[in-house]
């Protein structure tokens, strides 16, 4: 049997020096791993493009000439660029991967927002499909001096629902949806209408599922269905945000530090090495 010599303990100290190293890069990245199911997608970007495209034609509405944009969001409501927006329904599902996948999925979130224009004209359309093919949002901007028709509010209602059955891939049972908002504005050749539902079914700890519907006239010209957050979830929210944000200048002098650290101990092995045994 060979004996141990000053060559096994330097590969020793070195092989700790790595691990060390190793066990700081993974204590401090495995927090922000990437839920699996954000990553499958069965609909990427052109594929996107065409569906909305087929639903653009089949509304009869002209996207030619028009300048096409388009962007990938995690929630209908990016509203804090660089923030983890996933926040939300991981808190909401207590970070159950099977749970924030059915969220997600009746939230309409991780979605395509597509958009076509044509500076400077106001007529404008967006639609946004998620990762799984389902329409979530569409919105098609005319002019407020665009004639229209004076539907009352009853027979818009009407109309709305029976638009709503005819949805791509619609699991819209009337039943299921509580009336929660509507108002009429008149406009000076048309009558406008709007229309917001929450969900009977699934209250997660005050946070909603929510559907809307816009009517200009007798077109249904926008539809949105959204996670709505309770204020107490976004208040929540914007204090571990902010409190993030201090934490991450805290995080990157530590991080520095441990650099240092690291580089004495790395120093004190070169030392060692080039010592003559």
């Given at each position: 049997m060979?004996?141990?010599?000053?060559t096994?303990?330097?590969?020793?100290?070195?092989?700790?020096a790595a691990?060390?190293?190793a066990l700081?890069?993974w204590?401090?990245?495995?927090?922000y791993q990437?839920?699996e199911?954000?990553?499958?997608m069965s609909?990427?970007?052109q594929?996107a493009?065409q569906?909305?495209?087929?639903?653009?034609?089949s509304?009869g509405?002209?996207?030619s000439?028009?300048?096409?944009a388009?962007n990938?969001?995690?929630?209908?409501?990016?509203?804090w660029?660089?923030w983890n927006m996933?926040?939300f329904?991981?808190?909401?599902a207590d970070k159950?991967?099977?749970?924030?996948?059915?969220?997600?999925k009746?939230?309409?979130n991780h979605r395509?927002?597509?958009?076509?224009f044509?500076?400077?004209?106001?007529?404008?359309i967006?639609?946004?499909?998620t990762?799984?093919?389902?329409?979530?949002f569409?919105?098609?901007i005319?002019?407020?001096?665009l004639?229209?028709?004076?539907l009352p509010q009853?027979?818009?209602l009407?109309?709305?629902?029976?638009f709503?059955?005819?949805?791509?891939?619609?699991?819209?049972?009337?039943d299921d949806w509580e009336i929660?908002?509507?108002t009429?504005?008149?406009?000076p050749?048309?009558?406008?209408?709007y229309?917001?539902?929450k969900?009977k079914?699934h209250?997660?700890d005050?946070?909603?599922?929510?559907m809307?519907l816009?009517?200009?006239g007798s077109?249904?010209?926008?539809?949105h269905?959204?996670?709505a957050e309770s204020?107490?979830?976004?208040v929540q929210?914007t204090t571990?945000g902010t409190?993030?944000?201090?934490?991450?200048?805290?995080k990157?002098?530590?991080?520095q530090?441990?650099?240092?650290?690291?580089?004495?101990v790395?120093s004190?092995?070169d030392?060692?090495?080039?010592?003559?045994?």
């Amino acid at each position: 049997m060979n004996k141990w010599n000053k060559t096994d303990t330097l590969f020793v100290l070195k092989s700790l020096a790595a691990m060390a190293l190793a066990l700081f890069i993974w204590s401090f990245f495995h927090q922000y791993q990437i839920n699996e199911n954000y990553l499958k997608m069965s609909l990427n970007e052109q594929e996107a493009k065409q569906k909305a495209l087929q639903y653009i034609g089949s509304r009869g509405w002209d996207v030619s000439g028009y300048t096409y944009a388009s962007n990938y969001i995690q929630t209908a409501d990016d509203w804090w660029q660089g923030w983890n927006m996933n926040y939300f329904v991981e808190t909401l599902a207590d970070k159950d991967k099977n749970e924030i996948d059915r969220i997600n999925k009746l939230g309409g979130n991780h979605r395509w927002a597509l958009r076509w224009f044509k500076p400077p004209e106001i007529d404008e359309i967006s639609i946004s499909f998620t990762k799984d093919g389902q329409l979530a949002f569409f919105n098609h901007i005319i002019p407020d001096t665009l004639a229209g028709d004076l539907l009352p509010q009853n027979i818009a209602l009407d109309r709305v629902k029976s638009f709503l059955k005819t949805l791509p891939n619609s699991d819209y049972v009337e039943d299921d949806w509580e009336i929660t908002k509507k108002t009429s504005d008149k406009k000076p050749n048309r009558i406008d209408h709007y229309f917001q539902w929450k969900n009977k079914h699934h209250d997660f700890d005050g946070s909603t599922i929510r559907m809307s519907l816009r009517m200009h006239g007798s077109e249904i010209v926008r539809y949105h269905r959204w996670l709505a957050e309770s204020e107490k979830l976004k208040v929540q929210f914007t204090t571990w945000g902010t409190i993030g944000n201090f934490s991450d200048k805290i995080k990157a002098q530590e991080i520095q530090k441990h650099i240092e650290s690291i580089s004495g101990v790395k120093s004190w092995i070169d030392i060692i090495s080039v010592k003559k045994y």
